[in-house]
């Protein structure tokens, strides 16, 4: 099996810095083009199955990088939870504990960063046991935490455990095998 993992492409909130977690915008017209630039780079490729984040631009991001497939969304495929954090400009003044992790001692409701990762690679453990070994092309379209995290789960947790920072840029994509 090929993984193909998509980062949603760009939407306002990208450009003001701000903290996006489940509160997000959909694609602006720059994510609208680099969904589009994706999914020239994955022109003739056949998807068996795409899943994406339940959140609009992730399931947009989805649609146009796989020539209209049909999208599954997982709930466990959400971003990061982030809490009352969520829109928050990002910048020096903002209490931060790793990475873009928010801090929980400021912030309420912001999610257990080893239950984040543990519902992402489970998602990822049930393709592992569908699919492993079998000649199918999946793609999972998601955000900065998920797709930093899926490259945590095939190259492993950075030391300091800051899966954003293993994350691609908007509209990109990385393959792994299984």
């Not at 379209?141 to 492993?156: L, V």
Request: charged share 30%; glycine share 8%; net charge negative.
């Amino acid at each position: 099996m090929t993984l193909y993992v998509v980062r949603h492409g760009q939407t306002d909130l990208n450009i003001q810095k701000r903290m996006q977690g489940r509160k997000g915008l959909p694609l602006n017209a720059t994510g609208l083009e680099q969904a589009r630039e994706c999914a020239k780079s994955l022109e003739g490729i056949k998807f068996a199955r795409v899943f994406s984040s339940p959140q609009e631009r992730a399931v947009q991001t989805a649609k146009i990088a796989s020539h209209g497939a049909e999208v599954e969304t997982d709930e466990r495929l959400q971003p990061f939870d982030v809490g009352s954090a969520d829109n928050q400009v990002i910048d020096d003044t903002m209490k931060l504990t790793v990475g873009l992790i928010p801090d929980p001692d400021y912030y309420t409701g912001v999610e257990n960063p080893q239950d984040f990762i543990e519902r992402v690679w489970s998602f990822l453990r049930e393709l592992k046991e569908e699919y492993s070994g079998k000649d199918v092309n999946i793609m999972i379209a998601g955000h900065k935490c998920t797709t930093g995290c899926i490259d945590c789960f095939f190259n492993g947790l950075p030391e300091d455990g800051d899966f954003f920072s293993r994350s691609v840029k908007n509209g990109r994509f990385r393959t792994y095998e299984l």
